[in-house]
C-alpha cells in the first residue's frame, strides 16, 4: 500500500508542476516569484497527499 501510494504522490507531485510551470510561462513571471510559487504549491500538495494517506489508513484499519 505504501509503495502504491508513493508512486501515485509523485504522479499527483509531477502534473501539478508541471501545470504550474506553465501557469508561470503564461503569466510571464520573475525567477524569484516562480521560486515562491512552486515552494508554496509543493508545501501544500504534500500536507493534502499526507493528510489523505492518514485517512485511508484510517479507513483500512
Same mark, same amino acid.
Do not use: G
Given at each position: 500500500? %505504501?509503495? !502504491?501510494?508513493?508512486? !501515485?504522490?509523485?504522479? %499527483?507531485?509531477?502534473? !501539478?508542476?508541471?501545470?504550474?510551470?506553465? !501557469?508561470?510561462?503564461?503569466?510571464?513571471?520573475?525567477?524569484?516569484?516562480?521560486?515562491?510559487?512552486?515552494? =508554496?504549491?509543493?508545501?501544500?500538495? %504534500?500536507?493534502?497527499? =499526507?493528510?489523505?494517506?492518514?485517512?485511508?489508513?484510517? %479507513?483500512? =484499519?
Amino acid at each position: 500500500m %505504501v509503495t !502504491f501510494y508513493m508512486i !501515485f504522490a509523485f504522479i %499527483v507531485l509531477l502534473i !501539478f508542476n508541471f501545470l504550474t510551470n506553465n !501557469f508561470c510561462i503564461k503569466m510571464q513571471m520573475d525567477k524569484t516569484k516562480q521560486a515562491k510559487n512552486f515552494r =508554496v504549491i509543493n508545501m501544500i500538495m %504534500v500536507a493534502l497527499l =499526507v493528510s489523505s494517506y492518514l485517512r485511508v489508513i484510517n %479507513v483500512i =484499519v
